[in-house]
């Protein structure tokens, strides 16, 4: 399985079964998709910051998610549920975007997928730590790609890997400030006892046979910036 991240939430899965393109909004990765295509896509959470429509200014959040045209073809989901999909077995966990079940920021849906093996689980922009309802719906994972600089402080973020237990961590920066998300990063990584910012990686490519025994942080670069 292959791991790419384009920046924001977005990251792309790429295994035998299938594509997985997660929070694929518009305005992380334009309006045409460049080039991006999957056979599934998944959202977490509506666009905060839809474009510009026909030259009008921006407008208010909506729970409607306007795929980019490239991924038009994809099937989507952006419910909680249990689902088959091209081979692909995927679980949506409600969560929500604050630690005030959805009343400031509004829900958020987790969702794991099973793919080459591996069940991985992109987070989303979740703003709290799991309940023990939660993580018995998400169950066992290898994989966890975990927001970093959003709503969910730095030792929360630390507690929800622990919770978790996964054996692979990716670590997403998604603070739109970066000096801030830079700040973030480096206390998420001192509460997880790693010495030293992991170097960031084009992409992640792991097999069942490769995860590593003991729990292992990677950072990755934005496709978006390359």
Excluded at 101 to 119: A, C, M, P, Q, T
Excluded at 159 to 172: E, G, R
Aim: hydrophobic share 40%; charged share 20%.
């Amino acid at each position: 399985m292959e791991i790419t991240w384009y920046g924001g939430t977005c990251i792309r899965l790429r295994g035998k079964e299938g594509v997985i393109a997660a929070d694929a909004y518009p305005s992380i990765v334009g309006p045409t998709g460049r080039g991006l295509t999957a056979d599934i896509v998944t959202y977490s959470h509506p666009d905060p910051n839809p474009l510009p429509v026909r030259g009008r200014a921006k407008q208010a959040p909506t729970d409607d998610v306007v795929r980019p045209t490239s991924l038009e073809p994809a099937f989507q989901l952006d419910r909680p549920g249990e689902y088959e999909v091209h081979d692909v077995l995927v679980n949506g966990i409600r969560t929500y975007r604050d630690d005030q079940k959805g009343d400031d920021r509004g829900s958020n849906v987790s969702f794991v997928f099973e793919l080459d093996g591996l069940h991985t689980i992109h987070l989303g922009d979740i703003g709290h730590t799991l309940t023990e309802a939660m993580i018995g719906e998400i169950g066992s994972v290898e994989v966890a790609v975990v927001p970093i600089g959003g709503h969910l402080a730095a030792t929360r973020a630390a507690a929800l890997v622990t919770q978790l237990d996964a054996n692979l961590v990716v670590v997403i920066p998604i603070c739109e400030d970066e000096v801030a998300g830079d700040q973030e990063m480096a206390k998420f990584l001192h509460e997880m006892g790693v010495q030293g910012r992991p170097v960031p990686q084009p992409k992640l490519t792991v097999t069942i046979s490769s995860v590593p025994q003991e729990q292992t942080l990677v950072l990755l670069e934005s496709k978006g910036k390359v």
